[in-house]
């Protein structure tokens, strides 16, 4: 070995070791901000990725965190976006048409949990389908309310000054706005004590409740967030498409969500996001090339299910974990950031 | 009224039928508060069973449970759990994805309303950290406290179950055969903890191992097939002849009463 040339190179690696997750972080920002804000057809398609990502990491904070994955998410993004549109058919202002909405979104969140909470595993998954599926029933059968099949056109947009969401290019400002606050704050709410909980109750409920934890609290809490995020992305989302139909909140919709998630990797809260990037470009750039692109889709994620079980943001964490053992090998450090001896990659604490 | 102190734990006639068989049937206890009150019987005797009851996994067909005086036979187990009830599992019940730390952060926020806290991370609770960190020292685990149960020991992972139960600072403790499978050496180590924790608190304990039982526990009580045979100190209850009978006709028995 080069005695010279070794110390220079595993400075270089843990220099490496200690940027990756940020800088990869900070790349992938910068390279959707930049397509968002491009003023191309590629603004309308990243603009769908931060909506959908936004409503992908609601339904993984729940799922990936608590074991709870939602088939009936995109429920609540329809909700979100026919409660401004609703709103402002009866004559509300934009604003009020925005507060409505939420309000409409947090109360069928809150009633709607008090059915899902009581179930886990499978049942919950049909119970919140059901739950979607009611809404999207609704939301095409109610033409008085509705308009129906063909949705409810929405024509103001709120607006501040010269500061007006008419206008596309802010709505992506504030779409991208959004999506980072949401981002952050789930983050943060992974790692509180409610987060650490929910982790518990996935890995063994009845502990949990022998040390004291009502976990129906719990799940309640739980469903609220992720519902209160897909209603989110729908207020954003129907600014940014001025329409809301059925199309928004059927069955498809709720199946593409779950494939962000599982995807990009159940339980790290930035893996559905690139999860939503590849869906969405699945959905409007293969398919303009391969006309079956839903089979193609398919085949990827079989392929992403056999050999990457734990997503894109286990194959990162996977390869994070890596480079730390590179550049720690023989320095007498740790082996591992998170998780020592361990090959696999827990799923979303690196990077 | 009297003003004598209530018992700890007083169970009434409790009973409790899975289709038609009794698994506890009509067992009455009195445990008075500060006791160290061992469970015996063979297997299949209903104890673990006794034990769902009383941490409330299972609703008793027919009796009472009262805690300190106050009937708890219909509360749910984190409703028990907040009154002071801990408990341990016979088959270890840890938090397998999560490390011992975050385990016995758990533990620690359980009573606590933190544990409802969304917007501040876990590891920012100084004084909760320090008490897990002082809790997995009892036990020499502080050093394992960033690997996870499956790296761990079969007897760390026995502590670690006793631990997560301590952390509440529970005034009934319910322990499932703590020693059920360890090394002599760990045995040691857990009937030490037993013997040191506070004389308030009372322990209910289920075990097997008589050597165990003698060091911890002061009162014994026999179940066989869902009744209860007999109560007493330990020396009586060992002297008892339905329980040599149990013990020592049923064949494995006899390396079980470590004569």
Redesign the interface.
């Known amino acids: 070995m080069n005695e010279t040339r070794q110390p220079l190179a595993r400075r270089a690696l843990a220099g490496a070791d200690v940027a990756a997750g940020p800088v990869l972080a900070l790349a992938a920002l910068a390279v959707i901000t930049y397509f968002l804000l491009s003023g191309t057809y590629l603004s309308t398609i990243f603009e769908d990725v931060l909506i959908y990502a936004i409503a992908a990491m609601g339904l993984d904070f729940l799922g990936g965190y608590g074991g709870l994955v939602s088939l009936g998410q995109a429920g609540f993004l329809g909700l979100g976006a026919y409660g401004v549109g609703i709103a402002e058919v009866h004559g509300f202002g934009p604003w009020a048409a925005v507060g409505i909405a939420a309000g409409v979104v947090l109360g069928a969140a809150a009633v709607t949990a008090v059915v899902a909470v009581r179930v886990s595993g499978i049942t919950y998954v049909i119970i919140t389908l059901a739950i979607g599926q009611i809404m999207w029933g609704l939301s095409y059968q109610w033409t008085s309310m509705t308009g129906g099949d063909n949705g409810i056109p929405v024509t103001t947009a709120p607006s501040i000054g010269s500061f007006s969401l008419s206008d596309p290019q802010t709505v992506r400002v504030v779409t991208l706005v959004v999506f980072l606050a949401v981002f952050a ?1 789930l983050m ?2 992974v ?7 929910l ?2 109750m ?3 409920e ?10 129906s ?2 799940r309640y ?1 739980g469903y609220i ?1 992720a519902s209160s995020a897909a209603g989110l992305a729908g207020i954003l989302y129907v600014f940014a498409n001025l329409l809301v139909s059925p199309s928004t909140l059927e069955f498809s919709q709720d199946g593409y969500l779950v494939l962000m998630v599982v995807l990009g990797g159940l339980g790290s809260i930035w893996g559905p996001v690139l999860g939503s990037v590849v869906i969405v470009l699945f959905q409007q750039e293969v398919s303009i090339y391969v006309s079956r692109w839903q089979t193609l889709m398919g085949a990827v994620f079989i392929a992403a299910v056999i050999f990457t079980p734990d997503g894109i943001a286990g194959l990162l964490t996977a390869a994070r974990q890596a480079l730390h053992r590179a550049a720690t090998r023989g320095t007498g450090a740790a082996p591992g950031p ?5 090959p696999a990659a827990r799923r979303g604490e690196a990077l | 009224m009297t003003d004598v102190p209530a018992p700890a734990l007083e169970i009434a006639v409790l009973s409790r039928r899975f289709a038609g068989l009794f698994a506890v049937r009509e067992v009455s206890l009195s445990v008075p508060a500060g006791a160290r009150f061992g469970i015996i019987g063979p297997n299949g005797a209903g104890k673990t069973t006794l034990f769902n009851v009383l941490s409330g996994e299972l609703r008793p067909t027919s009796g009472t449970i009262r805690m300190h005086g106050r009937d708890i036979t219909r509360l749910s187990p984190p409703r028990r759990a907040a009154l002071g009830l801990g408990r341990t599992f016979q088959i270890t019940r840890l938090f397998t994805d999560l490390t011992v730390r975050e385990n016995l952060t758990l533990a620690v926020h359980g009573l606590s309303r933190s544990k409802l806290q969304m917007l501040r991370p876990w590891r920012s609770y100084r004084k909760e950290q320090r008490r897990a960190e002082e809790l997995a020292g009892r036990f020499g685990l502080g050093n394992r406290l960033e690997q996870r149960p499956r790296e761990l020991s079969h007897g760390e992972l026995r502590e670690l179950e006793v631990l997560l139960a301590l952390a509440a600072d529970p005034t009934v403790l319910l322990l499932d055969e703590p020693a059920a499978g360890l090394s002599p050496a760990e045995r040691v180590d857990i009937q030490t903890l037993i013997t040191r924790l506070p004389a308030s608190l009372t322990i209910v304990i289920i075990e097997h191992d008589m050597n165990v039982l003698r060091e911890v526990a002061n009162e014994l009580a026999v179940l066989h097939l869902g009744q209860l045979v007999t109560q007493g100190s330990t020396a009586e209850v060992q002297q008892h002849p339905a329980v040599r009978e149990i013990y020592l006709g049923s064949g494995t028995g006899q390396s079980r009463t470590g004569e």
């Open positions: 704050v943060l709410m790692r509180s004590p409610f987060g650490l909980s982790r518990g996935k890995s063994n009845r502990r949990l409740r022998a040390l004291g934890y009502r976990t609290a719990q809490l967030v998170q998780q020592p001896a361990l």
